[in-house]
């Protein structure tokens, strides 16, 4: 028997983690099974349990670490409002629609989420803690706080048009709420 070191074993972990959100984001959690998952991921069903107690630990996971991920790619973003301006764009764009497995865990996943177990919920309300933390420094520098309501309203409308717009069937129309979420959120920002 091969013994891996303690690295590789963290490595294959992450790797699992990683190609799970993007199937979970595209298929689903519930059209996702496990060796789907493992599949994906380059391993055989047998090595899950290695690395995960269940396929509800594994969506946990996956949560935290997609919101977290989230999170930093806000830090590549111009400081303040003119950053927050280019989220809601490149949030609204055709190229966050047309890929959810590369996109928002939120817009993908929400409605799945909510019937997950405490674990998953748990790692979302933590996330989206952030995220909304993230927002709302965004909108008011000087005082995070007073923007917390806003940021909340911002957050649901950018999830909500975007599940919108991959709901329907006419392009156009789809390109049209995206459109429109693009000017509807700026102008909710003030």
């Known amino acids: 028997m091969v013994r891996y070191a303690k690295e590789h074993k963290q490595v294959t972990r992450q790797r699992i983690i990683e190609k799970a959100g993007q199937r979970f984001k595209q298929d689903g959690i519930d059209g996702s099974g496990v060796s789907v998952l493992m599949s ?3 391993l055989t069903n047998g090595a899950f349990y290695a690395h995960f107690a269940s396929k509800d630990d594994l969506v946990a996971h996956v949560v935290a670490a997609e919101l977290r991920t989230q999170v930093a790619k806000y830090d590549t973003l111009r400081p303040g409002r003119p950053g927050l301006e280019d989220l809601v764009r490149e949030y609204l764009s055709p190229e966050h629609r047309d890929h959810p ?3 928002c865990p939120s817009a993908a996943l929400l ?6 177990e405490d674990g998953t919920r748990q ?8 995220i909304l933390e993230e927002i709302s420094a965004r909108l008011t ?7 917390q309501a806003k940021a909340i309203g911002l957050f649901t409308m950018l999830v909500g048009t975007m599940q919108l717009s991959r709901a329907l069937s006419d392009q156009k129309r ?3 709420v995206l459109e429109l979420g693009i000017e509807n959120a ?5």
Do not use: K, Q
């Open 174 to 176: 789809a390109d049209e």
């Open 141 to 147: 520098p000087e005082d995070p706080r007073s923007a």
């Open 101 to 103: 497995g590369l996109g």
């Open 40 to 42: 994906d991921a380059g």
């Open 123 to 130: 790692a979302y309300s933590d996330g989206a803690r952030a």
């Open 111 to 116: 409605d799945e989420i909510g019937r997950c």
């Open 186 to 190: 700026l102008a909710f920002m003030g």
